[in-house]
């Protein structure tokens, strides 16, 4: 089934302890398409400036992503990020952020996208999440992510948009954030309480725990030896799980603990190189083969 | 089967958001011990100063603990340790130590422990650790903790220790402090170069991992909503994990890993309460329930 995704498409410039790339393809949509591509149809959706450099988009030539939803916009600039893991891999330091056009309207929903069973909402202004709401005829599964900046000035709107979901990906700072709760799996209880039926917590490099109604499933990282560049890694990883949910009928808690599982394989290949190296290098027996061995790794 | 283990016994004040424990019984071995009764008979070695208050120990009534390897000595003062967690409850501030009777000589090994197969040696000054080997007449399993302290000041005996023993238990920081390395699994993958079959490395709320020549192994600590004290998690998590083991016959890593859910569990019956509280309070079947549990709820 075609799964959506909406979110940022920009140019990063990105220093590991490994080197450093610049002007690079990068963006939360981005990952996230490739990683769901290795599993289903995706189509995405955003917007960049006049200065797009359109060979970038080259990544996606033979994989299943329609980019048609891609909006050049006239007059407008590329959203572009500049980050550095120099000083500690886990945590990315911002050098510099020029939001450009993600500070102006939102892309547009395409016609022929209106009737998107799966959807992604990745992180963007919570009003602006769910206007492209309205512009679907039937989903079936929306999941949302979120960060700090909208939680501190927009929580009355992020709060109307968690009534209108069905699953929120967030990170532990954040949820932290949202609830006032420093015990996690306090504060995705306290999550659910404002509507999502489930919500996955992302740790890092110390895995996620997802809470549903009377479920609680906690998974580490896979124990990877080599993390060369961590951008993308929670992109990739809600690209993986939300690419494997959308070919599934069901969404019960032993679906979403195998989606959550490939997720996080996923973004395993994801930082194992610089910008989509690492995942243009992956295939998809390669995911469900390292799935198995994640499966393994952890089981008693 | 035996189970030997050798460490600190002491009085603890504790803080933390849930409130203030005056005077409480404490101390490595104490944990260690508790925790592995659950499983096997224990046989606890440890010095305490002429200041003890006897009925302490009467936390063992009734359990599987053989206390005669407790040396009550004269002219010496107890191990107190103060320690607060009301900025962070994954890290405790030292408030006070007094090391006492702990910076003195060892205690002894009883003779009628010396058949002991099974040994823990908690953390203390790594020649005192291989010292207390040398009584031991055939163990089958010697697994040791360290910390920072001796890592940064006796690293030669530390390195000596970790050629005689089977596995060594450290946290995240102690690891990468050993190592030089930033990643737990290339830390690991060092610490098995030095000498021991196994290694476990405890990430506090994040779980553990653990290493073996062609094994690695990721787990998350049990999902606990609520927390009151963590003193003594790393303990019990120890205890739990070599008590399980000296019931059975083989350290295959299937059986090492159920060694370490079951300290995980453990573990996360400490931390619900203050001091013994939480373990006091706890049987058997709940142990076997909770680990049914969490094998479910990390099972995709």
Known sequence: MSLLVTGSIGIDTVETPFGKRDDVLGG?????????????????????????????????????????????????????????????????????????????RAPRIPDHFSDSRYVF???????????????LKQPKLIVADTMNLWIQTERNELVKLLQKIHGLVLNDGEARLLTGKKNLIQAARDVLRLGPQFVVIKKGEH??????????????????????????AGDSFAGGMMGYLATQGSFSPATIKRALAFGTVVASFTIADFTLGGLRATTRDQIDERWLEFKQAMSF
């Open 28 to 104: 939360s949509a981005v990952y996230f398409s490739y990683a769901a591509s290795f599993f289903t149809s995706v189509r995405l959706v955003g917007v960049v400036g006049e200065d797009w450099p359109k060979p970038l988009l080259d990544v996606f030539d033979g994989r299943d992503v329609d980019a048609s939803g891609l909006e050049v916009r006239q007059g407008s600039k590329t959203f572009r990020w500049h980050g550095s893991y120099l000083k500690d891999m886990n945590e990315a330091v911002t050098v510099e952020v020029d939001l450009n056009v993600l500070a102006e």
């Open 121 to 135: 909402l990745a992180n963007t202004h919570p009003v602006l999440q769910q206007e492209m709401l309205c512009c």
């Open 207 to 232: 895995g996620c725990l997802m809470c549903m109604e009377e479920d609680t499933f906690v998974l580490p990282a896979f124990p990877a030896e080599r993390v060369v560049d961590p951008t993308g």
